[in-house]
């Protein structure tokens, strides 16, 4: 492959070489959120899954080592903001890449929409009606504020504290997780078997429900990939984006098959149907088995957590719409200005904050809370994993031209994944019930929009778009 030399001046330069493996990792984590997905996404697993909740993560896990790989074969040669937007232009062509780009931007979008959501409109009122308090009419809108002012003002103020604070506070919620895991499973209250890793007629429908379910439990992993926006401002990038991307992939998995088992055996695997439709089934369960004490400790963590896991794809976010911005695709080339004294893009962290305070208030007010995080959740996925299948082709045509191929990692994994994505998205959408069909709308909306806004584009920006490779 032709090797192409970047000189960067001061307003298109991000903190270049300003973190390590650990805080990249993290980056990871905190995307995926485990505390804050066992609120909520493991919630609505366990709707479909029900008692076969940890055969649905593991299989789970299973199907997202292949994906993984796509991420770990391009990390190894290509490193830039842009991340997948870059890996699927050097691989299959700028004009896919673009189209990969604008997709993982609407992702992250409605990843960082769809929590802050729930924390303010389900979580909250959720915990609070549990404690017989209640929330004013419409003070959700209000939290939501709170919470997309603390998101912005780290954001702001550069990657360095913004990673400082996951890392820090991820860790502790990593270590509590596990502690609660293996007290719940340990104590005598629990209905410990592996029927529940076993037998797939303890889901819904058996083996329909925990089809519906692996989409859910995928997706709830799938935020490895925010690693791969870090490629200017890590150390030794194609070294450390790939090891950070497996470890936060492993830690996640391990732990989500974890904390799945302890839950369904904790709650009772005949009993699930309750556990979906609780607000809090970890807290309560937590609460009977340990304490009052353990409970909230746990609410602080799980609050934490969501937070992280709105700030950490707001970051990701905005380097790929500082890659777009530099590149003079799609979006407003301003965007590409970097803050002088926090190296942080900053237009494009007030415009992504601003952006996605609107869009969760829109759902809220239109579909109600519940249903509007429904909407934002399913919008995210189908985006996420379209161009998952994207880069998944894009791999295979990269190693074809540039390097040695080999079948496995580059031909067979990616086939598999992709396969996996499909049937996934499949059992997302169909059978179209309202309000998630509006899900796979938007979506094509979306779609529809970007490949307009491409056909607008010079073909001299084109053939330099996601061409920068930061060694």
Excluded at 212 to 225: K, N, Q
Aim: aromatic share 14%; glycine share 8%.
């Amino acid at each position: 492959m032709k090797k192409v030399v970047v000189k960067f001046n001061n307003s298109e330069n991000v903190n270049t070489k300003a973190i390590g493996f650990w805080q990249t990792t993290y980056q990871s984590i905190s995307v995926i959120a485990p505390a804050g997905a066992m609120a909520a996404t493991m919630t609505g697993t366990a709707t479909y899954a029900l008692g076969a909740l940890p055969l649905t993560f593991f299989l789970a896990a299973v199907a997202m080592a292949f994906t993984v790989n796509t991420t770990v074969q391009f990390s190894r040669h290509i490193a830039s903001a842009g991340g997948f937007y870059n890996y699927v232009s050097q691989g299959w062509g700028p004009k896919a890449g673009i189209l990969t780009g604008w997709l993982f931007m609407l992702s992250y979008i409605m990843i960082i929409t769809n929590a802050s959501l729930f924390v303010a409109g389900i979580f909250l009122p959720g915990l609070l009606t549990y404690f017989h308090s209640h929330l004013p009419s419409g003070s959700w809108i209000a939290l939501l504020g709170l919470i997309y002012a603390f998101v912005l003002y780290f954001s702001y103020r550069g990657i360095g504290p913004s990673l400082k604070y996951s890392l820090w506070t991820g860790t502790a919620e990593i270590i509590i997780l596990i502690v609660i895991s293996l007290w719940i499973i340990c104590s005598p209250h629990s209905h410990n078997t592996m029927s529940v890793f076993l037998n797939p007629h303890l889901a819904l429908h058996g083996w329909s429900g925990v089809g519906i379910g692996l989409i859910l439990a995928m997706f709830s992993m799938s935020g490895y990939s925010a690693a791969a926006t870090f490629g200017e401002e890590v150390h030794q990038p194609h070294k450390i984006i790939r090891l950070a991307v497996t470890s936060s992939f492993l830690f996640s998995a391990g732990l989500f098959v974890l904390m799945s088992y302890a839950l369904t055996v904790g709650w009772g695997p005949l009993n699930m149907t309750s556990f979906s439709k609780s607000s809090i089934p970890g807290v309560i369960l937590v609460r009977s088995d340990i304490g009052l004490w353990m409970s909230f400790i746990l609410i602080l963590f799980i609050l934490n957590s969501l937070l992280t896991g709105i700030l950490a794809p707001l970051n990701s976010l905005v380097r790929m719409m500082f890659a777009f911005a530099r590149d003079g695709i799609l979006l407003p080339t301003s965007l590409k200005n970097i803050h002088q004294r926090y190296r942080s893009p900053y237009l494009a962290i007030i415009w992504a904050t601003v952006l996605s305070f609107v869009i969760s208030v829109t759902a809220g007010l239109i579909l109600g809370p519940y249903n509007g995080f429904l909407v934002l959740l399913t919008i995210s996925s189908i985006a996420s994993f379209l161009a998952h299948i994207i880069a998944n082709i894009a791999l295979t045509l990269y190693f074809k031209r540039y390097h040695t191929m080999n079948f496995v990692t580059h031909v067979l994994a990616p086939i598999i994944s992709s396969m996996l994505i499909i049937l996934g998205l499949f059992f997302t959408i169909y059978p179209f019930p309202w309000p998630v069909v509006l899900g796979p709308i938007i979506v094509a909306i979306w779609i529809a929009i970007g490949v307009l806004g491409i056909s607008r584009v010079d073909q001299k920006t084109i053939d330099q778009a996601g061409k920068i490779n930061a060694s």
